[in-house]
């Protein structure tokens, strides 16, 4: 089955700064990459995805890109802000397969004011 | 519109008691159903996975176990639950792929935390 590495586990940066997020996976037929973010004590909610047709998606400050070939996929976020403290977990499906997520271990980002 | 209810919302429970978490889904039809469980300071660990009535799919081997009586109804059970079963258990559902769709985006319950003590 797929197997999804997350990296690293805790980032903090100075606000402004940038954070990137990396993961890796395992299964090449997997064709849906979904970042989710879970804020404290809230459900995770799905902020960007990315599609194996595609190497690199944007939206204003959030982007990913993805490296279909060393099968790995990141996210970027830009001139960080308190507000994007949370939890970020990248997520792996056979879209149009199983359709099942394959969650990694999550990333825990904190943004220093 | 679509929603998504679980409960409770909070649990505490006895060694050896049993467990029924319920899920159910409103404003769609057919959808993949998931139940994953959240330990502190871990990621996303999928239990169980269905694709329609009486489908389930069990991704981890352990004392839990899940039904889909009803299209949208999803339940995570146990005979007996152990000290290692505490952690936050999350519903999702997804709606399965159609052609010339191309969001399968999960959406999470509120979830439940279950304290095994």
């Known amino acids: 089955g797929e197997n999804v590495e997350q990296h690293p586990s805790t980032l903090s940066v100075q606000e402004g700064d940038s954070a990137v997020i990396k993961c890796t996976y395992s299964?090449?037929?997997?064709?849906?990459f979904p970042w989710y973010k879970q804020e404290l004590g809230k459900r995770p909610q799905l902020i960007i995805d990315?599609?194996?047709?595609?190497g690199e998606k944007k939206d204003q400050r959030i982007a990913v890109t993805l490296n279909k070939t060393a099968k790995h996929f990141s996210l970027h976020i830009t001139e960080t802000q308190p507000e994007d403290s949370a939890v970020y977990f990248c997520?792996?499906?056979?879209?149009?397969?199983?359709?099942?997520?394959?969650f990694g271990t999550g990333t825990r980002l904190t943004i220093i004011p | 519109s679509q929603t998504i209810h679980q409960w409770p919302a909070t649990l505490v429970q006895p060694v050896g008691s049993p467990l029924s978490l319920e899920c159910t889904v409103e404003?769609?039809?057919?959808?993949?159903l998931y139940w994953y469980r959240q330990a502190a300071g871990r990621g996303l660990q999928l239990l169980f996975y269905?694709?329609?009535?009486?489908?389930i799919s069990s991704e981890v081997p352990q004392n839990l176990s899940a039904s889909r009586p009803q299209d949208r109804q999803f339940i995570l059970s146990s005979k007996k639950l152990l000290l290692s079963d505490s952690g936050f258990y999350l519903c999702?559902?997804?709606?399965?792929?159609?052609?010339?769709?191309?969001?399968?985006?999960?959406?999470f319950g509120q979830g439940t935390r279950l304290t095994v003590v």
């Open positions: 299964d090449s037929a997997s064709n849906y």
């Open positions: 997520a792996a499906s056979y879209y149009f397969g199983n359709e099942k997520l394959t």
């Open positions: 404003g769609t039809s057919n959808p993949n």
């Open positions: 999702a559902w997804s709606s399965p792929p159609r052609r010339g769709t191309l969001n399968t985006e999960a959406f």
């Open positions: 269905s694709v329609g009535i009486g489908q």
């Open positions: 990315i599609r194996s047709n595609v």
